[in-house]
């Protein structure tokens, strides 16, 4: 069985996208492959993994890492029998860096549903356990804040989440430009329309800029010109600060 270097597994609401307010069991993972400059996550390895001391109690006890995979299905078995739980969300970082250790998870718990919070840039990854994954929140990451084009590896990714209950995030910053928003639009117009798609204003951190109401009314009517499903939904967790 695979392990991980796991920082943090907790309940808590969810507090982005399609799945806004829904109550889930958030398996944090260790390593990102990208740099997005609004990052506010930490994902740098640990000696110890912070676990609730009961789900949504918001308290925790350390284990020592890595952690291995039947040992954090067993945390999520208790959790789910604590709070009735829409999914076990893994996160990060980049959890398809760690594709092996879901897997091994998820075949342990096979009642739960398994969401994946991912950057969509491992797409690879992704189809060695994509059958074990329910739903998807995949990220569309715009040059502006990696500092590259992924646009490629996002259409691949997104070819490969077909099927799957897919929706795709863009934070939008006051760097967004229309070019590059344009160019996502018609990416993922040209995989399927359908694909819900959630503009997420950016929370400000660091040397990055919020974007103006007018712009995100702007672009989501742009966005809606080629796609049938565009909303606006800030981060919302940060609201009631919980985790
Ligand atoms: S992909 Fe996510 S975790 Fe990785 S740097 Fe970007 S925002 Fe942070």
């Known amino acids: 069985m695979s392990s991980a270097n796991v920082i943090e597994i907790f309940s808590s609401v969810q507090g982005e996208g399609k799945y806004l307010g829904y109550r889930q069991i958030f398996v944090r993972l260790a390593d990102c492959n990208l740099n997005c400059a609004y990052c506010d996550t930490n994902f740098v390895r640990a000696d110890f993994c912070k676990v609730e001391t009961s789900a949504g109690s918001m308290t925790f006890r350390e284990i020592k890492n890595p952690l291995d995979a039947a040992q954090v299905a ?6 789910a029998s604590e709070v009735s739980t829409q999914a076990v969300s893994f996160t990060g ?4 860096l760690n594709w092996e250790f879901i897997g091994d998870v998820a075949s342990a ?8 919070e991912t950057n969509g840039t491992l797409c690879n990854e992704f189809k060695k356990i994509s059958e074990a994954v329910d739903i998807v929140s995949m ?7 990696v500092g590259k084009n992924l646009f ?8 490969a989440a077909q099927g799957k209950d897919l929706y795709v995030k863009i934070v939008v910053t006051g760097k967004t430009t229309s070019e590059e928003f344009s160019t996502a639009i018609n990416l993922l117009a040209s995989v399927n ?8 204003p950016v929370t400000p951190v660091r040397k990055i800029s919020a974007t103006s109401a007018e712009e995100i009314l702007s672009l989501q009517a742009a966005a809606l010109r080629k796609l049938k499903n565009v909303r606006v ?11």
Do not use: A, M, Y
Not at 233 to 243: E, G, R, S
């Open 74 to 79: 067993e945390i999520i078995k208790i959790f």
């Open 93 to 96: 970082g980049e959890p398809l």
């Open 109 to 116: 718990i096979n009642d739960t549903k398994i969401f994946l």
């Open 139 to 145: 990220d569309i990451k715009l040059p502006s804040v």
């Open 152 to 159: 490629e590896l996002h259409r691949k990714f997104l070819l």
């Open 193 to 200: 329309e359908e694909i819900p798609l959630i503009l997420q």
């Open 233 to 243: 939904i800030p981060q919302t967790h940060k609201f009631i600060d919980v985790p």
